[in-house]
């Protein structure tokens, strides 16, 4: 099973602010890494997909980034609705999440 | 509007089953693999199981696999997870998600609410 795994586990980030999470897979996925987001008491929501393509209706302050085994997601000004968990998923060998960023307000 | 809606959840005892369903809209169900995902409480998110589009092919994580079945009804609009043998550490939020294409190694563009499962005594 591929394992991945996020850091930080929180990130304490003023509104306005860039946020950087990162995600890293125990091997290879190629680009085959999707982020997601969740807020309290939702679903979670497609963000990014082949690991730097916007999800249809995603806005542009929010970029993937990365390949093989080491992957970025960032968002350039943080907005009040952007306050919520991020997970990455590799869907290059079944699937699997990373355990989750969580993007609070500092 | 592309839609999933899971119902079927809630409290059973330690052996006990549940039949999940999630009906789906807005979309050409019968193209598309499905997929349930289950959410451990205040933990991240697990792949459980899928279907491909006529049934023929079905996969399992190996936590569920001999006890839980999926299965879909095209004519319904319907996907179901039949849970057998169900365990504590089987108490999760359930959701349904759809592939963003027809493809089976891609990440999920739909997802349902959420149905709630809880296996205790």
């Known amino acids: 099973e591929i394992v991945m795994t996020q850091s930080p586990a929180t990130l304490s980030v003023s509104p306005g602010e860039r946020a950087t999470l990162s995600c890293r897979a125990s091997q290879s996925v190629n680009t085959n890494l999707a982020w997601y987001q969740q807020k309290p008491g939702q679903a979670p929501r497609l963000l990014i997909y082949?690991?730097?393509i916007r999800a249809t209706g995603i806005p542009a302050r929010f970029s993937g980034s990365g390949s093989g085994t080491e992957f970025t997601l960032t968002i350039s000004s943080l907005q009040s609705e952007d306050f919520a968990i991020y997970y990455c998923q590799q869907y290059n060998n079944w699937w699997t999440f990373g355990q989750g960023t969580k993007v609070e307000i500092k | 509007e592309v839609q999933l809606v899971e119902s079927g959840g809630g409290l059973v005892q330690p052996g006990g089953s549940l039949r999940l369903s999630c009906a789906a809209s807005g979309f050409t169900f019968s193209g598309y693999w499905m997929h349930w995902v289950r959410q451990l409480p205040g933990k991240g998110l697990v792949w459980v199981s899928r279907i491909n589009s006529d049934e023929s092919t079905t996969t399992y994580a190996d936590s569920v696999k001999g006890r839980f079945t999926i299965s879909r009804d095209n004519t319904k609009n319907t996907l179901y997870l039949q849970m057998n043998n169900l365990r504590a550490e089987d108490t999760a939020v359930y959701y349904c998600?759809?592939?963003?294409?027809?493809?089976?190694?891609?990440?999920?563009?739909?997802w349902g609410q959420g149905t709630v499962v809880t296996v205790s005594s």
């Open positions: 998600a759809r592939p963003y294409s027809s493809s089976s190694y891609v990440a999920f563009d739909v």
């Open positions: 082949g690991a730097s």
